[in-house]
């Protein structure tokens, strides 16, 4: 049983900083990409970043040059550094790894998700 167990959210004043973590557990033997989305109510979930196997990033453009993503595959473990927050960017945020390939399955999964609020 694979499980996405994030943590790093919390409150935080406008121009401030924080970093989420995000763990797969379980009997992995590969993960393709790990991922951070974010959704406010009413509102679809969007991607914020994702980084692949190899190294490759993608980054909403909002997030471009005050977030960065970053992974420790020997960990299965994904970061994300949050800097210059702003009230915009206050959202239930997401852990998803995909392709994981375990010993019963290849799919993908997603965290339970931790708050960040970022108060202006």
């Known amino acids: 049983q694979v499980q996405l167990v994030e943590s790093g959210g919390g409150l935080v004043q406008a121009g401030g900083s924080l970093r989420l973590s995000c763990a797969a557990s379980?009997?992995?033997?590969?993960?393709?990409?790990m991922g951070w989305y974010r959704q406010v109510p009413g509102k679809q979930r969007e991607l914020v970043a994702v980084?692949?196997?190899?190294?490759?990033?993608t980054y909403t453009d909002s997030v471009k040059g005050r977030f960065t993503i970053s992974r420790d595959n020997g960990k299965n473990t994904v970061y994300l550094q949050m800097n210059s927050l702003k009230p915009e960017d206050t959202a239930a945020y997401y852990c998803?790894?995909?392709?994981?390939?375990?010993?019963?399955?290849?799919?993908?999964?997603w965290g339970q998700g931790t708050q960040v609020t970022v108060s202006s």
């Open positions: 998803k790894a995909e392709g994981v390939h375990s010993w019963s399955s290849l799919r993908d999964y």
């Open positions: 379980g009997t992995i033997f590969s993960i393709n990409a």
């Open positions: 980084i692949r196997s190899g190294g490759l990033t």
